[in-house]
């Protein structure tokens, strides 16, 4: 193979894309968290997210291979509900954000996995995340109660505890889900919606039919 013949293969290549939601309730700091990651800073004075926000960055995986991460950050009030339930769905990947100085937002969790357990295409790949970390006197969640609220919805969501004030976990954190979407989806054919794509065996074996009797 010639390296320009090699050259244009690898860049007609689809980057992969590992699309991360953040769910939570208001004020746990998904948008901190984001800002940590995408841009590793920190601020007190971001406002509510409104709606829907999306940002992007590219990473290299272990395997030296470049994809690129979106990161759809949701609102948490009540009336942008159905904006999140539809980006649950084209998400491939879930970040569940409580506050460990927030008692409310650490039992809202079981609210947001309710609602992607209403969607049967959420078979996806999950992390809890306990944020704020750094505010260690003012805690009312332990990291038991963390750690036992992940395994309660299965031993696949790994739990974290992070700050966006220190930057503590909040990479480890995301690159473990990131990773997660990369091992389950990379070989498959998704559509817009990050759903599999599975292949009708009937049109499979028609197909084979056609290219033989054209031979």
């Given at each position: 193979?010639s390296?320009?013949?090699?050259?244009?293969?690898?860049?007609?290549?689809?980057?992969?894309?590992?699309?991360?939601v953040?769910l939570?309730?208001?004020?746990?700091?998904?948008?901190?968290i984001?800002?940590?990651?995408?841009?590793?800073?920190f601020?007190t004075?971001?406002?509510?997210?409104?709606?829907?926000?999306?940002?992007?960055?590219k990473?290299?995986?272990?395997?030296g291979e470049?994809?690129?991460?979106?990161?759809?950050?949701?609102?948490?009030?009540?009336?942008?509900?159905s904006?999140a339930?539809?980006?649950?769905?084209?998400?491939?990947?879930?970040?569940l954000v409580?506050?460990?100085?927030?008692?409310?937002?650490?039992?809202?969790?079981?609210?947001?996995?309710s609602?992607?357990?209403?969607?049967?295409?959420?078979?996806?790949?999950?992390?809890?995340?306990?944020?704020?970390?750094?505010?260690?006197?003012?805690?009312?969640?332990s990291?038991q109660?963390?750690e036992d609220?992940?395994?309660?919805?299965?031993?696949?969501?790994?739990?974290?505890?992070?700050?966006?004030k220190?930057?503590?976990?909040?990479?480890?954190?995301?690159s473990?889900?990131?990773n997660?979407?990369?091992?389950?989806?990379?070989g498959?054919?998704?559509?817009?919606?990050?759903?599999?794509?599975?292949?009708?065996?009937?049109?499979?074996?028609?197909?084979?039919?056609?290219?033989?009797?054209?031979?």
């Amino acid at each position: 193979m010639s390296k320009k013949y090699k050259d244009l293969k690898e860049k007609s290549k689809k980057t992969f894309e590992a699309h991360l939601v953040t769910l939570g309730d208001g004020q746990v700091g998904k948008t901190s968290i984001i800002i940590r990651y995408i841009d590793n800073s920190f601020s007190t004075n971001y406002l509510s997210t409104i709606g829907i926000d999306s940002k992007i960055k590219k990473v290299v995986l272990s395997n030296g291979e470049e994809i690129k991460v979106k990161i759809s950050d949701t609102a948490g009030q009540e009336r942008f509900k159905s904006i999140a339930s539809n980006y649950m769905k084209k998400a491939n990947g879930v970040l569940l954000v409580y506050d460990i100085t927030s008692r409310a937002s650490f039992q809202g969790i079981d609210k947001w996995i309710s609602e992607l357990s209403g969607d049967s295409t959420t078979l996806k790949p999950m992390i809890l995340i306990g944020n704020k970390a750094d505010m260690e006197t003012k805690r009312v969640i332990s990291v038991q109660e963390g750690e036992d609220l992940a395994k309660k919805y299965g031993e696949g969501i790994h739990f974290y505890e992070t700050s966006c004030k220190t930057g503590d976990n909040v990479d480890k954190a995301i690159s473990d889900l990131v990773n997660q979407i990369y091992n389950k989806f990379s070989g498959k054919t998704l559509n817009e919606n990050n759903i599999e794509i599975k292949k009708d065996k009937n049109n499979e074996k028609d197909n084979q039919k056609k290219k033989c009797w054209e031979c």
